[in-house]
């Protein structure tokens, strides 16, 4: 069998032919994304306002210890730092955000819209070489299924 070999004309950053709004995608990814990121922060740092009568928001959910009706051992404890800022959402939520961080699902969109690698298909990439996993932030992708052994610890928790 013959084989053809075809070169390619490497593209700088962002350069394409193609027509279309290629951009949007990655550049809504990166909005919506980036807001829930930051709200989900200020939410979890708050540390108050969180339950109200028999509900109690996701985030502090289940609630080890707090200041709610909903706390598993009862208030925060004694021996807590006074200056160390205390919230209940901080105990758990880095075990399910860690999972989602992860998630080979998720990659795919917040490589394009974080980190341009690649920024759309057939569109140049920032780097002359493509590193994958290999160095770092995305080698932190490799903890996945670590993070996963912790999320079915919650989906127990909570079920």
Request: charged share 10%; with cysteine.
């Given at each position: 069998m013959s084989s053809v070999s075809a070169e390619l004309p490497r593209r700088s950053f962002g350069e394409t032919m193609r027509a279309d709004l290629w951009w949007t995608q990655p550049l809504l990814v990166f909005l919506g994304l980036g807001t829930f990121i930051v709200y989900s922060t200020w939410a979890?740092?708050?540390?108050?306002?969180?339950?109200?009568?028999?509900?109690?928001s996701p985030f502090y959910s289940p609630e080890i210890v707090g200041d709610s009706p909903h706390s598993w051992?009862?208030?925060?404890?004694?021996?807590?730092?006074?200056?160390?800022?205390?919230?209940?959402?901080l105990l758990i939520l880095?075990?399910?955000?860690?999972?989602?961080?992860?998630?080979?699902?998720?990659?795919?969109?917040?490589?394009?819209?974080?980190?341009?690698?690649?920024?759309?298909?057939t569109v140049g990439e920032p780097r002359k070489t493509y590193l994958g996993e290999?160095?770092?932030?995305l080698i932190m992708q490799n903890v996945h299924r670590y993070f996963l052994y912790l999320a079915l610890i919650f989906i127990v928790i909570l079920s």
């Open positions: 979890a740092f708050q540390g108050t306002h969180y339950f109200f009568g028999n509900y109690i051992f009862g208030p925060k404890p004694n021996w807590w730092p006074t200056w160390l800022l205390f919230s209940p959402a880095w075990a399910p955000g860690g999972f989602r961080l992860t998630c080979y699902y998720y990659r795919g969109a917040y490589y394009k819209a974080f980190w341009a690698d690649p920024p759309a298909c290999r160095s770092f932030p």
